[in-house]
């Protein structure tokens, strides 16, 4: 399928008056997507076409990137979801999607948004038993303070993704061609599209909200949303070890695994047909099985 074309461009104003911009397409009860680090609502563009026939889809530029407006000076789990309850008000939606900080970001949501009735959360990166989703920021820090991007993408990745060839060979071979490719792609942006240049240093913000999320699981007891945990087989352990924990404590969930699939399952160049499918259900369930 074709990236998303048809669509309409709108924004919400948060509770600290940053503007949250925000996609929208397609018809029928209405739809949230939360998109993930060094992504903004382009990487969704698939996943909403695939949503659009049955769902109005809303795809918020999180804080600090593309339509919205800057992270801001007390930035952290409580404005972004300040800026999720701004368009769940807005839009009358009671239904949202997240992915890795996105989903922490929706987690924290649900916590305290009663408006929310099904919230379906893929792979959030919440330290659990010992777990440091983080460990390599101090990695991707230096390197960003360095002014090499190539490398503090490279550091990202390797601790993020799936492992691969890729992830398993060091930066210095590595390094030097994201470089090359960050460039390229900062050359041919157009519209609204959003240059990894500019993301790349946005992921300190999503590394934030790892370092403030490990009590978040002891404040879901009371969540009255339905739940749906996503994750994939190829996924790092860290990422299964937290639904796990989720599981255990969520009162209404159910639990999906995608065999061969990894953590950017949602993204427009894996395989969001296969998660749309699985939302589509969830969200037009009558409740749970």
């Given amino acids: 399928m074709a990236l998303l074309e048809k669509y309409t461009t709108n924004y919400v104003m948060s509770k600290d008056g940053t503007r949250i911009g925000y996609k929208q397409t397609g018809t029928g009860p209405g739809v949230i997507l939360v998109h993930g680090a060094m992504m903004t609502s382009k990487n969704f563009m698939k996943l909403a076409s695939f949503l659009s026939n049955e769902f109005t889809v809303y795809i918020p530029d999180r804080r600090g990137r593309g339509l919205s407006g800057p992270f801001g000076p007390n930035y952290g789990i409580g404005s972004e979801s300040e800026d999720l309850q701004a368009l769940i008000h807005k839009t009358a ?30 792979e959030p990166p919440i330290p659990v038993e010992g777990t440091d989703p983080a460990a390599w920021g101090s990695r991707y820090e230096s390197a960003l303070s360095r002014g090499n991007l190539g490398k503090a993408m490279f550091a990202a990745i390797k601790g993020t993704d799936d492992p691969s060839l890729f992830t398993s060979l060091p930066a210095f071979l590595i390094a030097p061609l994201l470089n090359i490719a960050i460039n390229a792609d900062s050359k041919k942006q157009v519209g609204d599209g959003v240059s ?94």
């Fill in 93 to 122: 939606t009671d239904k949202i999607f997240g992915l890795s900080s996105g989903a922490i970001c929706v987690l924290q949501t649900a916590i305290i948004e009663p408006a929310l009735k099904k919230v379906a959360l893929y």
């Fill in 196 to 289: 990894l240049k500019s993301l790349i240093p946005t992921m300190q913000y999503d590394l934030m909200l790892v370092h403030q999320s490990p009590g978040i699981i002891d404040q879901c007891k009371e969540i009255k949303a339905e739940m749906l945990l996503m994750g994939g087989t190829r996924s790092q352990r860290y990422f299964k070890l937290a639904l796990d924990k989720l599981n255990n404590v969520l009162p209404q969930v159910k639990r999906l695994e995608f065999h061969g699939l990894g953590h950017i399952a949602a993204d427009n160049d894996n395989s969001p047909e296969k998660i749309a499918k699985a939302l589509s259900i969830f969200f037009q369930s009558s409740g749970m099985p």
